[in-house]
């Protein structure tokens, strides 16, 4: 071959390498976009002409692999560990008094660092290449998502080694996370489509790595941080500070805004100038990190069951504000269940202009005095969700109104009413249109049949149109039928309806799930398939049948039942079969035996290795059955971090406890 046109490929990935480092890691762009781009383009043509010249590292590789079915796991070499909190100055200050006692120091020197709000990752370099990624799952065990972080150009295929040389493994850990003006400019775009914008920079960068195909994250806006390593060969590194000016010098993107700061006091006014700063940052941030500079005071802090001793999470408080309170109106969910909402005269919190907040039900609303005209104040709940926190009762005119449920449904007009021993006021009527549109939302939900495209203004569209008058249409529209919508080109009805297409197999969980039965969630409806194991088992379930389950308790059971015995939802299943959708079957758990056959057992406290969801899931499919409450039948309580108050029900009933580290011994003796 040639040994021009290598040459000139050669160059070419060294010149966007370059660019990428500069425009990423220093910060310091030498070219526009449009000049990359032509350079990528340059690229592209020449390998297309040598095939044989391609490399794993070379920047056109960033997209390439096709969709996939499912993410593999990924075990961590080295656990990747969540943080412990700190809500205010006195519990830094606390926590700075235990450790330095632990380590017997005057003065901890710590690395503090804004904490933003994004998505944990572990990316892994041999011998200089990115070989892997994954998310950080629950710690110990994540996702496979190589192909979609490839995509991200913040991070290096090839780190650099002009500076710094390449150790033989490097496992980094950083957050992936998206700027404040993107999201804000995806969101346009969506609600521009008719969907639901992305609720907060999190969900987003969560949602675009676990996209099947890498095509749709290549198209999200995502960048990467990084601030940890775990296994590494081939380098020493002895503090943080040492780490975060390596990592730049390899090609790795790391906060800049991070201080060194000498002793508890030096920390706590970093902490109090991020959070006065906060608005002004490109990126969401909810508190600052605190970690122990020196690695070797880190090995000698050790940790606590998930979390570091070294590291400290010093989150900032929901900021409040004050607002009138314009109106009390009503929306109509899809169990019936009617939900209060303010109306808010709009304030700004933290970048977000609040309108609206949920009230919950009326008892609520007593119970905090709020009327119509009250001054109020707001607060973003986990800095997310719109919440009114209380009434300022003392700045009353008079003039102000109570609220009073209606006592018809403001959709349909049908009664309204309030059953014994609930809190909710419910619209009985099946058919209102707005219970219809709710189910049909909940009906194509990630837990359910995950159908992408589906928001309230298409929902609202596909209602108000009579193209849908029950949740069974949604698997028979065509593409005339979409195109005719406000917003839906030939393009997006076609993906909608490869969507629907793709969800037609779906397994019995989550299609109980998608059946919107009250007090079925994915947990509930996993544990009454693996109960039972067909569609037709569960429809003729008894009550006594199903409450006999552990963590089915008699009003799910009764729920469950009543759904079944209900003609209009025995017809709503039939029409869904017979449009096509095919529900698998679930092997019954009772059908299987295993090593743990009748050993029953009863989770406490926080596990490090899994989720207390994964353990019992293990549990179950070595034949065991799990509890939610301790008894004399019961063999095993598993006792985990901060347990509450089954482990003294245990020991008074004489029932055996294990430790995380027992219980998995067990499981791996009998599995």
Known sequence: MNSEPIERIRRLREAIHRHNFLYFVRDAPEISDAEYDALLRRLRDLEAEHPESITPDSPTQRIGAQPSDAFSPVRHSEPMLSLSNAFSVGELREYDRRIRGLLDVDVIRYIAEPKLDGLSVELVYEDGLFVRGSTRGDGRTGEDVTANLKTIRSIPLRLREEEQSAPALLEVRGEVYIEKSDLARLNREREASGLEPFANPRNLASGSLRQLDPQVTARRPLKVYCYDVGHIEGTRIDSQQELLTILPRLGLRVNPLYEPCDGIDEAIRFYERIETE?????????????????????????????????????????????????????????????????????????????????????????????????????????????????????????????????????????????????????????????????????????????????????????????????????????????????????????????????????????????????????HTAQIVADAFGTLDAVAAADREGLAALHEIGPQTAEAIVEYFATKRNRELIGDLLAAGLSVSETEPASATSGPLDGRRFVFTGSLEAMSRDQAADRVRRLGGAVGSSVSRTTDYVVVGENPGSKADEARRLGVETLTEEEFLNLLQDDG
């Open 278 to 522: 906060r608005e002004d940052l490109p990126y969401e941030a909810d508190g600052v990190v605190l970690k122990i500079d020196r690695f070797d005071l880190r090995r000698a802090a050790g940790q606590v069951s998930r979390s570091p001793r070294w590291a400290i999470a010093a989150k900032f408080p929901a900021e409040q504000q004050v607002t009138r309170l314009l109106d009390i109106g009503v929306s109509v969910g899809r169990t019936g269940v009617l939900t209060p909402v303010a109306t808010l005269e709009p304030v700004r919190i933290r970048g977000v202009e609040i309108t609206s907040a949920t009230l919950h039900n009326e008892d609520e609303i007593r119970s905090k005095d709020i009327r119509i005209g009250d001054l109020v104040v707001v607060q973003r709940a986990g800095d997310v969700i719109p919440q009114v926190v209380r009434s300022l009762a003392d700045q009353r005119t008079g003039e102000e109104r109570t609220f009073t449920m209606p006592k018809a449904c403001p959709v349909c007009g049908s009664p309204v009413v309030r059953l014994e021993g609930e809190v909710a006021h419910r619209c009985m009527n099946a058919s209102c249109p707005a219970r219809l549109k709710q189910s049909l939302l909940h009906f194509v939900s990630k837990g359910a049949l995950d159908v992408d495209g589906f928001g309230p203004k298409l929902v609202d569209q596909l209602v108000e149109r009579g193209l849908v008058r029950g949740i069974a249409d949604l698997l028979r529209l065509d593409r005339g039928q979409l195109i005719e919508l406000d917003r839906m080109g030939p393009k997006s009805a076609e993906n909608l309806l490869a969507g629907i297409d793709a969800a037609m197999s779906i397994g019995l969980p989550r299609f109980l799930y998608a059946l919107g039965i009250p007090g079925v969630g994915d």
